[in-house]
């Protein structure tokens, strides 16, 4: 079990510049492994970097890749660490497992699962290098966010106070979902306190 959370992690450990060359060789539209596969059976070349939609749903594809052990393993340490009592009067009661899922562990792990989100969208924000590397904020603007063209401002424009307000903007925007997620996350916290007490007054 250690062995396949190790092998599952590896994306997680690539430097994203790496990420990013692997990923546009895959997409390259002649020689890369997803046209090929496509050949394979019968289906037409697609433009992954070469058309605006394409070069963005690409992206997106290769940042889940990279991700996703990341959300998993924090979703994992979650559900490992629920109170084996809980679920086990919930089966007791007669609680069936997708029950217990929505019920019980989905609730349960919440907190978890909003931070998790938190931390991948602010990252969503600064994913640079691979977008770099992959299509450079092209095909015309399809792909640039907002931490490239900051960079470009300052490297290729020299505008170094319009590079600052817009850091400053992208600062408060994070900030601002940040304590949107937290306050959210407090308030299903009262609002579970509150309803496990009225349980126990009603018994």
């Given amino acids: 079990m250690a062995a396949v959370r190790s092998l599952f992690s590896l994306p997680v450990m690539i430097a994203p510049i790496v990420v990013g060359l692997m990923w546009r060789y895959m997409y390259h539209p002649t020689i890369g492994t997803f046209n090929k596969l496509l050949d394979l059976i019968g289906l037409g070349a697609v433009p992954w ?4 939609t394409w070069a963005f749903i690409a992206i997106v594809i290769a940042d889940v890749w990279q991700w996703s052990p990341f959300v998993f393993i924090l979703s994992l340490a979650a559900l490992q660490s629920l109170p084996r009592s809980t679920l086990e009067a919930a ?3 007669g609680a069936n497992g997708w ?3 929505f019920y019980i562990k989905i609730p349960l792990m919440m907190p978890v699962l909003i931070v998790t989100a938190l931390l991948r969208l602010i990252d969503a924000f600064k994913v640079l290098e691979v977008i770099l590397v992959m299509t450079n904020g092209g095909p015309g603007l399809s792909t640039e966010i907002m931490a490239l063209r900051i960079s470009r401002t300052v490297g290729e424009f020299q505008e170094l106070g319009v590079a600052a307000a817009m850091s400053n903007y992208l600062l408060l925007l994070l900030l601002f979902l940040t304590v949107g997620m937290f306050t959210y996350t407090k308030i299903v916290e009262i609002h579970r306190k509150n309803a496990l007490q009225q349980i126990a007054e009603q018994e």
């Fill in 91 to 93: 089966r007791m009661d």
């Fill in 99 to 101: 029950q217990q899922i």
């Fill in 49 to 52: 970097l070469s058309d605006g």
